[in-house]
Every structure is written in structure tokens, then in C-alpha cells.
T-cell receptor, first 114, second 111 residues
């Protein structure tokens, strides 16, 4: 069974540009959540989608957005990139809408803003 | 956010048991206790989770205090591959499927 796939693995963008990251969850998983990891702030929750609906959003500015498609694949978009957006972006998928289940994380996309 | 408290770092000798503590005094009755670990340059990896009873799997054991205000992750024989940051997380029923990570415990395994 294939794991969670995130593309691209590495990305370099210029300040002011926008970027789209992709996450393909494990087949059959309907919940996808996104996290930002930086040395200073650690792992922070961005947003979560279940069956194409955003259920929860973390404390990030509106420049961060996402969506989920009918096949459960998810994308997140960051517009008007800032240097502080440099981070490892992780997505996680879960099979069900319940707390009694494990989540599976991808390897992440390393975004560097210059 | 559901708050957990863990020591910043711990050390263990290889092939010895490791007990990683976690305090979660604000836990509510329906909160699940999850443990994940993150190896360098990788995404977090599921270790174990439980609600009230102690749990065992191939990776570890989870001991949950009777009042549920604390728990301990037990690695029975630490190996060098167990060196990672271990996160103890409470997942609350009414907050969706996301995790709120704390700072975790960085485990060093000494050969």
C-alpha cells in the first residue's frame, strides 16, 4: 500500500511569488491535514479537510489556503511568499473521521523562500 | 489547544528500556492519547495511542495513569534507530482530525 505522497520534495521560491504544494493521501483515506514545521515554532496545524470540506483551520494568515478534491488529493497554496514561510510542510492522512485512528504523514515539502 | 508537558530531552543506553513521560492534567474523558515520533528529515511516524487502558504494540507500550492525567511511553529495548523526537498529543473529539504538537522529547540513544 503506497504511503502519503507529497510533491515536490524541495522547492525554492522568491519572496512575493506564490506556491502550490500537493498531497496524495493513502488510498481510501478521506481526511487530510496540513502542518508547517519550522525550527522556531515547531509543528503547527494549518488546516484539515474531510470529504472536500475544510473542517478546521489553524492560526495562519489568509495567504495560506487549501482545497481537497473528490479523490481526496489535497493542495495547499501560499500567496505573496515571505521569508518566514520557509519551512517543511507536512500533510497527514487518516482513514476516518474519528480520534481513535492513527494518522500517516508524508515526507514533507521543504520550501525555501529567498 | 489540548496541552501536554514533556521533558525537552532524555538519554538512554542502547538495549535498555526507555520510559518517556507525558503530563496532560487538562485531559477530558473523551480525549485520546497519541504518541508520534519524528526521525531526522522525516515526517512524524505513528507509535501508539490509547484512551484508558494500557496498550501494547510491536513498537512500544503505553501506560496510562488511572486518573489519565499522565502517561508513559515505554520502549522496551532502545536501539540507535529509536533516536528521534517523541510527541505526546491529545486528540479531542470536538476539534476535528488534527494534531496540536508540543515541543516533544528528543531522545538520544547512546551506543
Amino acid at each position: 500500500k503506497a504511503g502519503v505522497t507529497q510533491t515536490p520534495r524541495y522547492l525554492i521560491k522568491t519572496r512575493g511569488q506564490q506556491v502550490t504544494l500537493s498531497c496524495s493521501p493513502i488510498s481510501g483515506h478521506r481526511s487530510v491535514s496540513w502542518y508547517q514545521q519550522t525550527p522556531g515554532q515547531g509543528l503547527q496545524f494549518l488546516f484539515e479537510y474531510f470529504s472536500e470540506t475544510q473542517r478546521n483551520k489553524g492560526n495562519f494568515p489568509g495567504r495560506f489556503s487549501g482545497r481537497q478534491f473528490s479523490n481526496s488529493r489535497s493542495e495547499m497554496n501560499v500567496s505573496t511568499l515571505e521569508l518566514g514561510d520557509s519551512a517543511l510542510y507536512l500533510c497527514a492522512s487518516s482513514p476516518r473521521n474519528t480520534m481513535n485512528t492513527e494518522a500517516f504523514f508524508g515526507q514533507g515539502t521543504r520550501l525555501t523562500v529567498v | 489547544d489540548a496541552k501536554t508537558t514533556q521533558p525537552n530531552s532524555m538519554e538512554s543506553n542502547e538495549e535498555e528500556p526507555v520510559h518517556l513521560p507525558c503530563n496532560h492534567s487538562t485531559i477530558s474523558g473523551t480525549d485520546y492519547i497519541h504518541w508520534y515520533r519524528q526521525l531526522p528529515s522525516q515526517g512524524p511516524e505513528y507509535v501508539i495511542h490509547g484512551l484508558t487502558s494500557n496498550v501494547n504494540n510491536r513498537m512500544a507500550s503505553l501506560a496510562i495513569a488511572e486518573d489519565r492525567k499522565s502517561s508513559t511511553l515505554i520502549l522496551h529495548r532502545a536501539t540507535l534507530r529509536d533516536a528521534a523526537v517523541y510527541y505526546c498529543i491529545l486528540r479531542r473529539t470536538n476539534t476535528g482530525n488534527q494534531f496540536y504538537f508540543g515541543t516533544g522529547t528528543s531522545l538520544t540513544v547512546i551506543p
